[in-house]
């Protein structure tokens, strides 16, 4: 009998280098060893279609999803707990000077389909094309200060940044950016990869099919230069809906998924016969965001009053049902950069509230929500809705689906970016802070911005920060900047939220920190 | 007959033709950029200024109608710029699944519509009748998301009769089937009451016509006239309201794919729409409403060919 | 008129089927004019510690995901299915009414242009339109009502146009136009009350679509804003916590059920008692 285990993983705060790099594992122990290999099957929920065929494309973690089980990079995260990394095609990786990285293969590691050694010129080939302007990558933001890759032998190369870019070996050489493909195979098919079957594949698994809207099917890579693949077959199985998920868990149609924040307590209280559930913190950020352009809110106290009249923990209970807890800013607990608190604590003050809109001369207030169609947001606003009114503030909220939503604060779509006034968002993140500051730049009003926050002394530390190669000095900069924002009174930190994983007690996942998996290191109990 | 088919065929390109472009014009006009929504955080202004120039959002709403339909006489639906492969690959990939879904509901709403309906027109009256009516009517009016997610959560999830996601192994007709059973029911389900009335109804009024009271003069048995000449004309408004019904099974197809997690044009459509995917939108818009339209079509022309009266002039 | 509705009525009351109908109806009337005094709860009073809770003395149908009372709510949500229903029926009626008339009784291209917005207006699924339209326009109560309008009129119209046709060549009528009656005349006194039957056939069977159709635009996000109780949008909380618990999904399946039930059954009655033929053969 298996007693349902529920971890929920907080890291600590350490000021730990982040990704020291210390573990150098082989390539030998970093794939799990299969000791039979015997027919056996695996299915794992995706949230979303994996649709991007070719790196350039790529949008988010699902294809990452696809990538890490199909092919292979120059280092790799670490699953487990804390953040970091490990070697994969590399033999040795290092920051040579503070805008070089040198790196050298391991020799012997394979293709398939015939195309012979991975070699140096692949890591360039993959590397420099997303640089490349008619190729439109969608990920070039995520190399930063990046320019080429510099080959120096069959095994050997650098890597050229223009200028200091320490999340290079976060979020871009370990993720999808990091990718390396097959520059013969790809070249021979004309410069893209525009099939579901790719022309060469380095890693555990490689694909039999896409059915579209449907999975991905993945076998097992006979010419995978690591151990054999745990798995003969491995689906990627697409469900929406969180619900539908638990339901194909229950049924056995999938081994592993992901479950909403309501579902952690009725099965902590009640655990299914023959799963596991763990709960990992999320790098996601959700937060209120107030447009402090709008005239109505000039006045800062009108700004405080709002902030006051929001009650995180409520919401934490209502929406997250007590599996989240508040946060403190954008970065979360394990990056670098987190904040220990909030100046405004997290618990509303309705007292407080009132206090500054009289003495702004507010006597009622009207506001617009604006927020996502979804149960989590919809669940925050009605809470807020119902609380804001012991402030004396009517809240009207606006609901809108996904294509309308993420266009209000754009400002070439039109001007109701100009209108807005509450918006309740959560950004996905990657582990490194650059990814959150990002977009709260100047820069970026009109586009991400929807604050229009505006802060002479941020723009210039968030361009300082991502050179700077001290992390303590990088830690400073971006609690400071998170300082900002809550001192412009445009943002209400709501939490991270977390990822609860169910999945069944015959397979051992391995997941990243914040609980997205990584399938390639999945292994049987 | 062969003119009527004509003119038929004529005004259904016709329907098809404006319905589509209507569509679009109210697509184009909706708040909302595709490129935000598909390029997420990391769109750059000058990778969206890219995207909606291969998109042609920049062109006149007119222009962009004449472009769209330039390319569908050429057999081109356009191209999904969310995973840069054709628009008619998606579409054609999901459609089989939904005309599955909707066939498999037409199969349960007439054989067991028409086994209900022609029993209580032959029972009328009776409290087999009540019964069969009241049956008829429980069943149109339980909505269906409502009966998909009963169905899901009672013989899917707690007796494990059937399976709870996809459209089972491809190939595999038998799997294909099973797959399709428990969803193909809830969509059908309300339309059995529908077929079951329809016919009852229809028989009935046959039933009082003249020439049936004339054949019942000329000795025939009771029975036989139920079933040689008013069955086949209460099939007429049972064909004539499963024409109609396909349009409602579409819609009832969204639901029932989000439910049972299944591939299919509804939940493409619902997707896109939501996505502003314009070209993927208008590629299964025009691909459900010419399916739709031609099976309306395909049941106007069956039922003016079997009742000449049908044929409004 | 007078005379007619009178046996009518007295005719309905012999069938239990509608008599049911009616009970069903006119409870739901009532609960709707009474919805805040027989609710044992504010219906958005949010009890966080006694959220999900099943059937009990306190909540007498349970409570939802954030500790409101599911019956409160259904309650107040007879409110908004009864306006929607009826301010959407009476407007896609009208519309479909007036345009059915006109084009069976008009000249042949006004026909065929109203037939053919008709047809190309039901070439749309439903649901599709209502994404369409719902996200054109801002979201609420009338957004559901127009969306529901635009879906509709085209089948009042469509029938009311059929039986205005068959009715067009009828010997009383050519007798009237013998006479030299004008077009409006016999449109309004003639052809309007021998339509109305199959009308209000229509439209008692229409009402319950309607009430679906907003319940389904709910369900999927597009309907009411979130936090106003109609019954779809109680449905939609159930299904995202259906796995927590069955009770908000069995509970708001109920109202929309028996009140389809009976405005159907009402719809039935209705025509068998309108419909001359089969009253002769009962």
């Known amino acids: 009998m298996n007693d349902l285990k529920t971890t929920s993983i907080f890291p600590s705060l350490t000021r730990r280098q982040l990704f020291a790099g210390t573990a150098a594992l082989g390539a030998a122990t970093m794939f799990p060893i299969a000791a039979w290999a015997d027919g056996s099957r695996l299915n794992v929920r995706a949230y979303l279609e994996p649709d991007d065929y070719d790196p350039l494309d790529a949008s988010g973690f699902l294809e990452e999803l696809l990538y890490g089980c199909i092919y292979r990079k120059l280092i790799q995260y670490v699953p487990g707990e804390e953040w970091d990394w490990q070697l994969d095609l590399a033999e040795t990786i290092e920051q040579a000077s503070p805008t070089t990285i040198t790196f050298t293969l391991k020799e012997g590691q394979m293709w398939s389909d015939g195309f012979g050694e991975i070699t140096a010129e692949d890591v360039k080939f993959s590397m420099d094309r997303h640089m490349v302007e008619e190729n439109n990558s969608r990920i070039k933001p995520d190399l930063g200060t990046f320019t080429h890759v510099e080959v120096t032998g069959r095994y050997s190369g650098i890597i050229h940044m223009e200028r200091p870019f320490a999340p290079i070996w976060t979020i871009a050489l370990p993720y999808l950016a990091g990718t390396v493909i097959c520059k013969e195979a790809v070249e021979a098919a004309g410069g893209k990869i525009t099939t579901a079957v790719p022309p060469a594949v380095s890693g555990p698994y490689r694909v039999v099919e896409h059915r579209l809207g449907e999975r991905w099917v993945l076998e097992r890579n006979p010419d995978f230069s690591g151990d054999p693949a745990e798995f003969e077959r491995v689906d990627l199985i697409v469900v929406v809906d969180d619900s539908a998920a638990e339901i194909a868990k229950d049924a056995g149609d999938v081994d592993f998924t992901s479950i909403g924040a309501g579902s952690v307590q009725r099965l902590r209280e009640n655990p299914p016969a023959g799963a596991e559930m763990t709960v990992h913190p999320a790098l996601f950020y959700h937060w209120v965001g107030l447009n402090v352009q709008n005239p109505k809110f000039e006045d800062i106290r009108v700004r405080q009053a709002i902030m006051h009249a929001i009650d995180v923990p409520s919401i934490m209970q209502a929406a997250f049902f007590d599996v989240a807890e508040p946060s403190t800013g954008i970065i979360a607990p394990g990056l670098i950069g987190h904040r220990p608190a909030t100046q405004i604590p997290p618990q509303a003050d309705f007292a407080r509230a009132r206090e500054l809109l009289d003495e702004a001369g507010i006597d009622r207030l009207e506001l617009k929500l604006d927020v996502l169609n979804n149960v989590t947001h919809t669940t925050t606003a009605q809470v807020m809705q119902a609380m804001m009114a012991q402030a004396g503030i009517d809240l009207n909220i606006e609901v809108h689906e996904s294509g309308s939503f993420w266009s209000l604060g754009v400002a070439a779509d039109g001007d109701r970016w100009k209108d807005l006034e509450l918006t309740i968002k959560r950004f996905s993140m990657t582990p490194d802070p650059y990814y959150a500051t990002a977009w709260f730049v100047s820069d970026q009003i009109g586009d991400w911005n929807w604050e229009q926050f505006s802060n002479e002394e941020f723009d210039r530390l968030h361009d300082e920060a991502l050179s700077e190669t001290d992390p303590e000095k990088r830690d400073e900069m971006y609690r400071r900047m998170q300082d900002l924002m809550e001192e412009s009174g445009g943002y209400r930190f709501l939490t991270h939220g977390v990822t609860a994983n169910l999945f069944a007690d015959s397979i051992i996942p391995a997941t990243r920190p914040d609980g997205q998996p990584m399938v390639q290191f999945f292994r049987r109990a | 007959m062969l003119q009527y088919t004509f003119q038929r065929v004529l005004l259904a390109l016709a329907i098809i033709v404006v319905a589509i472009s209507a569509l679009f014009t109210i697509m184009i006009t909706l708040p909302g950029d595709p490129t ?164 009852r109804a229809s028989m009935l009024e046959t039933l009082g016509e003249n020439y049936i009271r004339t054949a019942r003069a000329f000795g025939l048995s009771r029975r036989k006239v139920i079933y040689n000449y008013a069955l086949r004309v209460a099939i007429l408004p049972a064909v004539q309201v499963l024409g109609v019904g396909i349009g409602g099974m579409l819609s009832s197809a969204v639901f029932a794919e989000i439910v049972f997690s299944r591939p299919g044009i509804g939940s493409l459509i619902y997707d896109s729409v939501s996505g502003r995917n314009y070209p993927v939108v208008m590629g299964s818009m025009l691909v459900a409403i010419g399916f739709f339209v031609t099976c309306a079509l395909i049941a106007d022309l069956v039922n003016a060919a079997l009742d000449p009266r049908q044929r409004v002039k | 008129m007078g005379h ?150 085209s089948e009042y119209g469509r029938v009311v146009r059929t039986q205005t046709l068959s009715l067009k060549n009828a010997e009383f009528i050519l007798a009237e136009r013998a006479m030299g009656a004008s077009s409006a005349r016999i449109v309004f006194h003639h052809i309007l009350p021998n339509v109305l039957g199959p009308f209000f056939i229509l439209a008692a069977m229409n009402l319950p679509v309607v009430i679906t159709i907003e319940a389904g635009m709910s369900f999927l996000g597009i309907g009411v804003p979130p936090g106003t109780p109609s019954w779809g949008a109680t449905l939609k909380d159930g299904f995202d916590f259906i796995r927590t618990t069955p009770w908000i999904i069995v509970a708001g399946g109920l109202p929309l059920i028996l009140v389809t039930l009976g405005f159907t059954f009402l719809g039935e009655a209705l025509r068998d008692q309108l419909d001359p033929k089969l009253r002769k053969s009962r």
Do not use: C
């Not at chain 2, 962009?64 to 054709?86: M, S």
């Not at chain 2, 007439?110 to 009256?125: C, E, K, P, V, Y």
């Not at chain 2, 009776?126 to 429980?138: C, E, M, P, Q, Y």
């Not at chain 3, 007295?10 to 009337?29: E, H, K, N």
């Open chain 3, 4 to 153: 007619f509705k009178h046996t009518l009525l007295g005719r309905l009351l012999a069938d239990p089927m509608a008599v049911f109908a009616m009970l069903i109806i006119s409870g739901l009337v009532l609960v709707a004019l009474f919805a805040d005094a027989i609710s044992p709860h504010n219906y958005a009073e949010m009890n966080l510690v006694d959220r999900f809770a099943p059937p009990s003395s306190t909540y007498w149908l349970g409570t939802d995901n954030l500790g409101r009372d599911t019956f409160s709510r259904l309650a107040q949500g007879s409110r908004i299915a009864l306006y929607v229903a009826l301010v959407a029926v009476s407007i896609s009626g009208t519309i479909g009414l007036i345009l059915g008339m006109i084009a069976g009784f008009g000249p042949r291209w006004l026909d065929n242009v109203l037939l053919f917005i008709f047809d190309t207006l039901r070439a749309y699924p439903t649901i599709i339109l209502a994404l369409a339209l719902a996200a054109l326009l801002p979201r609420g109560l009338s957004t559901v009502i127009i969306v529901v309008v635009i879906t509709s009129f």
């Open chain 2, 36 to 199: 935000t929504v598909l390029l997420g955080p990391r769109a750059t202004p000058e990778l969206r200024a890219a995207f909606r120039a291969n998109m042609g959002l920049d062109d006149p709403v007119l222009v962009q109608i004449a472009n769209f339909w330039g390319r569908v006489l050429r057999g081109d639906l356009g191209t999904d710029y969310n995973r840069n492969r054709p628009v008619a690959e998606a579409v054609f990939s999901a459609l089989p699944h939904t005309m599955a879904l909707v066939f498999g509901a037409i199969f349960w709403s007439a054989t067991l519509g028409i086994l209900l309906g022609a029993f209580s027109a032959d029972n009328r009256n009776s409290w087999l009748d009540r019964v069969s009516g009241i049956l008829s009517v429980g069943f149109i009016a339980a909505p269906s998301f409502v009966v998909a997610l009963y169905s899901l959560l009672l013989f899917s999830v707690t007796l494990r009769w059937f399976p709870t996601i996809g459209a089972g192994e491809p190939g595999d007709l038998g799997s294909r089937l099973y797959h399709l059973a428990l969803p193909s029911f809830a969509i059908g389900l309300a339309w059995v009451g529908y077929v079951a009335r329809i016919v």
